[in-house]
Structures are given as structure tokens and as C-alpha cells.
């Protein structure tokens, strides 16, 4: 038997404030999330960040929360590994994680061990690589695996930023609202601090040093979270045939007064309302399941923003979500191919 780990980021328990400052604070705690000195980090997040934070994320976790079946974020990640498992079969097992709060870590990795399985091959849900994201996933199961006296073997997919079924997933996601009848495409991947993109840069020379560096994927800048970002957008709009002139990339969801990863998302809102654009068409391919960043953030306070600012509307690409062709991505992930 094999295991396959999926791990995907995390979501509170409940949407209530108790349960998302808990939440809040296992993640900000994070040294490769808040990546500063442990001390600063503590006063950071214990003193300034949660306390205020928790409130009002409650608030918005609360508008995103169905009755029926709680976070999005988990509730789609249940059916992914549901999904791979059927069809993987069983010479497979497929266990689902969250790197935050639950399902853990911990417990799948035990559930993979009580089955004595062979091998182990953990895909952190993120395509693009991040040391906040799929960095924090590996340095967390390795952690966890370094305890066991018989380590199997075991092995990660880094990112699949331009795996081609992923992209086509999300091309064929989009057809149903026709690319055609907006004035413009956005890609809007989540934000990290430039720091961190600096600080993967191994070369010490490359990322952020012109202003479209980071534009484009190379071989020096091939971990690059906005190097590969910048690849997924291409591809996706490749697939679509969208030209150059008709889409953006940009980065959403900052937080802290440090400078992120630019064009900022709210700034490109504002610059493409003042050009007259009315309908804009976004996709959000960092993530590979719907979650506040995309039913919130995007489809609610873009929308929003750009109404206010003469736009029209600004329609979300359904996240990867049950999509058969990312479920056969995975597949391929799982197997090695
Ligand atoms: C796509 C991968 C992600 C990276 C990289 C990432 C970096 C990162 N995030 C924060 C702060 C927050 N992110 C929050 C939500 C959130 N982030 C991701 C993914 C990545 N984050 C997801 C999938 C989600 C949604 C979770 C859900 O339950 O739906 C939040 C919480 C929400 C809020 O309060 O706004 C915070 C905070 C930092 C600081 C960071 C890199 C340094
Ligand atoms: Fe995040
Ligand atoms: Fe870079």
C-alpha cells in the first residue's frame, strides 16, 4: 500500500472569534509565515495582529460559513481526497491534512503508519511554490517523521505551477462565463511579503532587483513564487488565447506595512475602473480550492471596490475545486508521472 498526503493550508473550527484567534494564531506563529525573530514574532502576532485580527476574520469567515457544510476551504478539500482515492483504488491511501488546526498533520501521517505503508508522497496544495505555504508544509512533515524509528520512503511535489492539467482545469473552469464578454482578465495570486521572495532567491542577485525580474520563469529564478505565477497566468491564458493586453497579473491579500509582492490586486482595480473597464473576469490560481481569499476577498470586497470605483462587475473563476481534470492532475502527482 501507498499513501498519498494531500495538505492544504487551514481553516478555523468555527467561524467564531475563540476559534479563529486560535487559528490566527498557530499560523502567524509560523516562523516561516511571520518570518522574523521569535521574539518580535510573539509581541507581532500575540500583541497585535490576532487581537485585532480575530474579530473582524471572524466576521468574514461568518459570511463565507455554510450551515450545511462549514469552510469551503475544507469541504472541497474532503471531496479532492475522497475523489483521488476512488481513483487511485486501493492499492492507495489517500489521507487529507491541514497544515493549521484540522484535520492534522500528525494524525494523518499516524493513520498512513498504523497502515504500514511503503512510501509516502505528500502534495502540498499549492501550485506555486512558497516558503510560507508548501516550505511550511515539508519543514512540518519532516519534523513529524524524523520521531519514527522505521521512516518509509517518502517524497514531495515541490509545486505544479505549470502542470498542464491543472491549467486546462482552470481554462475549462472559466468557459462558462466566455472570456468574451469581459473587458479584461485578472490573475490574482495571493500576496507574500517581498522579503520572503528575496530571501528564496539563492542566486542573492536575481528577484527584485530589475522591476520585471520576477516576471519572467528562468533557471536562476525557477523557485520564484512570482516567477511561477507569472508561468501559471501565461499558461492559463495561452490555453484560453487571451493576448498579452487583455490580462494582468497581481497579487491580493496583503497584511502588515511591509512592501508585498507588487502589482497590488486593489491597486490594479482602481487603475483598470479609471481606463473605463466595466466587466473583469478573475481567476486565483494559487489556490486549488475555493476559500475566503476567493469567495470573500474577490467576489465579495473586489466587487465591491469596483462598483464603487464606475465598474460593472467582477466575476470569480470557480476555484479547482471537484474539477475532474485537477482530480486526474493529482492522480498523476500521486503516481510520480
Ligand atoms: C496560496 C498559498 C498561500 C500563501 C503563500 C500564503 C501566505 C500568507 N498568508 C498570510 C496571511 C493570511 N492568509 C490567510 C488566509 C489564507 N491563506 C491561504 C493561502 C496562502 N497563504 C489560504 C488558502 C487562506 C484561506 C483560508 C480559509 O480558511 O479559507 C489569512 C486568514 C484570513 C484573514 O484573516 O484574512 C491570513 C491572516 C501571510 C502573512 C502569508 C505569508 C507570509
Ligand atoms: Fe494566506
Ligand atoms: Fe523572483
Given at each position: 500500500m501507498k499513501g498519498i498526503l494531500l495538505v492544504n493550508l487551514g481553516t478555523p473550527d468555527s467561524p467564531q472569534t475563540p476559534d479563529v484567534r486560535k487559528y490566527l494564531n498557530e499560523f502567524l506563529m509560523d516562523g516561516r509565515v511571520i518570518d522574523v525573530n521569535p521574539v518580535l514574532r510573539t509581541f507581532l502576532v500575540r500583541g497585535l495582529i490576532t487581537p485585532f485580527r480575530s474579530p473582524k476574520s471572524a466576521k468574514l469567515y461568518q459570511e463565507i460559513w455554510s450551515k450545511e457544510t462549514g469552510s469551503p476551504l475544507l469541504y472541497y478539500s474532503v471531496i479532492q481526497q475522497k475523489l483521488l482515492q476512488e481513483r487511485l483504488g486501493s492499492e492507495y491511501q489517500v489521507e487529507l491534512a491541514m497544515?493549521?488546526?484540522?484535520?492534522?498533520i500528525e494524525d494523518a501521517l499516524d493513520r498512513l503508519k498504523a497502515n504500514l505503508v511503503e512510501s509516502i508522497r505528500v502534495i502540498p496544495m499549492f501550485p506555486q511554490y512558497a516558503s510560507a505555504s508548501t516550505g511550511s508544509v515539508i519543514d512540518k512533515v519532516m519534523e513529524l517523521v524524523r520521531t519514527w524509528q522505521t521512516i518509509p520512503n517518502i517524497s514531495f511535489v515541490?509545486?505544479?505551477?505549470?502542470?498542464p492539467l491543472m491549467i486546462k482545469a482552470f481554462a475549462e473552469n472559466s468557459k462558462k462565463h466566455g472570456v468574451e464578454n469581459y473587458d479584461h482578465v485578472l490573475f490574482s495570486f495571493h500576496g507574500l511579503p517581498q522579503r520572503q521572495l528575496i530571501k528564496c532567491d539563492h542566486t542573492g542577485n536575481h528577484c527584485l532587483k530589475k522591476d520585471d525580474c520576477c516576471q519572467t520563469l528562468t533557471d536562476v529564478n525557477k523557485f520564484c513564487y512570482s516567477a511561477q505565477s507569472y508561468d501559471t497566468a501565461r499558461l492559463i491564458a495561452q490555453e484560453l488565447g487571451l493576448p498579452k493586453e487583455k490580462y494582468t497579473v497581481c497579487f491580493q491579500s496583503r497584511l502588515g506595512n511591509d512592501p508585498w509582492v507588487q502589482p497590488y490586486t486593489s491597486e490594479v482595480i482602481k487603475e483598470l475602473a479609471a481606463q473605463g473597464k466595466k466587466r473583469m473576469l478573475v481567476f486565483c490560481?494559487?489556490?486549488?480550492a475555493d476559500c475566503l481569499e476567493t469567495v470573500?476577498?474577490?467576489?465579495?470586497e473586489y466587487n465591491t471596490e469596483f462598483k464603487h470605483l464606475g465598474g460593472e462587475h467582477i466575476q470569480l473563476v470557480e476555484s479547482l475545486n471537484d474539477n475532474p481534470l485537477f482530480i486526474e492532475s493529482l492522480a498523476n502527482m500521486a503516481q510520480g508521472k
Open positions: 497544515r493549521y488546526q484540522s484535520p492534522s515541490n509545486s505544479f505551477h505549470n502542470d490560481p494559487a489556490f486549488v470573500y476577498e474577490v467576489s465579495e
